[in-house]
Nanobody, 124 residues
Framework: QVQLVESGGGLVQDGGSLTLSCVAS????????MGWFRQAPGKEREFVARITGSGASTGYADAVRGRFTISRDNAKNTVYLQMNRLKPEDTARYYCAADSLYSDMVVTSRMNYWGQGSQVTVSS
């Protein structure tokens, strides 16, 4: 089992920045690809960003590419999501996820482990 705990969400103005953190425990962190997903009210959960176990490769949804950056610190068992130039349409609950396959990280239904989520609200 892998336990994931997110933090760092909050209320920010249009154009502002936030950094989300997700601390993992339970298994060897570097063995897992990590990702961030989000879910807005009335919408399905969607992929945001992913990173390989080593941190060497990353991927982003088109809606956030160039504004968001995913990174990880395997010594701290932590994955981050730096969010810049935030927009009201980025408002959602953001979830951290872990899976053994990087290639699966874009598919919500294939994730093995989820955190409880952290709310991000961007005001216009």
């Amino acid at each position: 089992q892998v336990q994931l705990v997110e933090s760092g969400g909050g209320l920010v103005q249009d154009g502002g920045s936030l950094t989300l953190s997700c601390v993992a425990s339970g298994r060897t962190f570097s063995n897992y690809a990590m990702g961030w997903f989000r879910q807005a009210p009335g919408k399905e959960r969607e992929f945001v960003a992913r990173i390989t176990g080593s941190g060497a490769s990353t991927g982003y949804a088109d809606a956030v590419r160039g504004r968001f950056t995913i990174s990880r610190d395997n010594a701290k068992n932590t994955v981050y999501l730096q969010m810049n130039r935030l927009k009201p349409e980025d408002t959602a609950r953001y979830y951290c996820a872990a899976d053994s396959l990087y290639s699966d990280m874009v598919v919500t239904s294939r994730m093995n482990y989820w955190g409880q989520g952290s709310q991000v609200t961007v005001s216009s």
